[in-house]
């Protein structure tokens, strides 16, 4: 797996180092409100994890699930719910966790969603990364953990595939694992 690695853009220390701060920020913007985290699986797992433990508050958590990729690296321009109904957050203040905001298409499908569908008291969005790039569906993100270029990124969370979620750290791929045929494990 490593070998697939062309570059890594953040180490694992790097990334729980800025948590830390995105933590003390969340923690002191939600000091006695009522606080709902949605983590949108897969992708946010890790960062999920590791953020929550350092916010030091009561809070609750909910995950959704969406497909907006098919695999690859292209979006489907669609976002499927997974699940038919959403968490209950009437009147809670949500928090809404991903691991990287693109093109903003998935997000924006999902903070709609729950404004439209479930009555929060408000919403906010917290992504690890933010790639830097004009956005096709405008959305601005309240937490970010780090702004990258425009280009994909595997590890800590984020997939080729399915695969380089377990990544401890961020990084690149070599441009010949794109072409390369899935392996079957
Ligand atoms: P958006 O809807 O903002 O275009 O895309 C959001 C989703 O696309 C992310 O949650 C993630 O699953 C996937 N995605 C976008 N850019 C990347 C990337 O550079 N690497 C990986 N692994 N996934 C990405
Ligand atoms: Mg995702």
Redesign the pocket.
């Given at each position: 797996m490593l070998n697939d690695i062309e570059r890594t853009l953040f180490h694992e220390q790097t990334i729980l180092r800025r948590l830390d701060e995105l933590a003390t920020q969340i923690t002191a913007d939600y000091l006695g409100r009522d606080l709902t985290v949605i983590a949108?699986l897969?992708?946010?797992l890790f960062f999920m994890a590791d953020l929550l433990r350092r916010i030091q508050l009561p809070l609750r958590l909910d995950s959704i699930s969406?497909s907006?990729?098919h695999g690859g690296r292209q979006s489907a321009g669609v976002v499927t719910f997974e699940q038919a109904s959403l968490p209950d957050v009437t009147a809670r203040h949500v928090l809404i966790i991903?691991?990287?905001l693109d093109t903003g298409l998935?997000l924006r499908a999902i903070r709609d969603r729950l404004l439209n569908e479930a009555n929060p008291a408000s919403i906010r969005i917290c992504v690890l990364l933010r790639k830097e790039k004009p956005r096709a569906h405008e959305l601005e993100a309240d937490y970010v953990g780090f702004d990258i270029g425009n280009e994909f990124v595997v590890g800590y969370g984020?997939d080729f595939d399915e695969r380089y979620r377990n990544l401890p750290f961020i990084g690149v791929l070599k441009p010949e694992v794109f072409s390369a045929p899935s392996p079957s494990t």
């Open positions: 949108v897969n992708g946010s969406v907006s990729y991903d691991d990287i998935t984020l």
